[in-house]
């Protein structure tokens, strides 16, 4: 438990610096001012020895054209200041590659983000 306190951001600061991080990463794909919104598939980290915490996140971003992209996050807290993006599955690829997820989600998050995805 004390390996999540000492990584996780406290209060505010895991919605901003969530937020920050997504929109930096989305920006580095080609996404120019992206409106980032976020939902956490699962409450709370998954931690698994001292690997940092990680979380599984739908994420979606609004570009200042209407365009948008979403899809799964795997990412890391680290240190209380950053989240760094382990892994992305965009909807498309959920849609027309399910099995890609297995290699980013936990199996028991798996259907709640082939659901999220809309496909049947």
Partial sequence: MAHIAANVP??????AF????LTAYFGGQGISTPVV???LLRDGPTQSGVA???YYVWAKALSPNGSAVDGVFRVTAID???FD???????EQIVT???SLYQVVPAVLFDVAVAR???P
Avoid: H, M, N
């Fill in 85 to 91: 993006i382990t892994d992305f599955v965009s909807r």
């Fill in 97 to 99: 590659q399910p099995d």
């Fill in 80 to 82: 209380q200041t950053r």
């Fill in 18 to 21: 969530l937020i920050r991080d």
């Fill in 117 to 119: 995805a809309g496909r």
């Fill in 52 to 54: 940092y915490p990680k």
């Fill in 10 to 15: 406290v209060g505010g600061d895991f919605d």
């Fill in 37 to 39: 919104t976020y939902e």
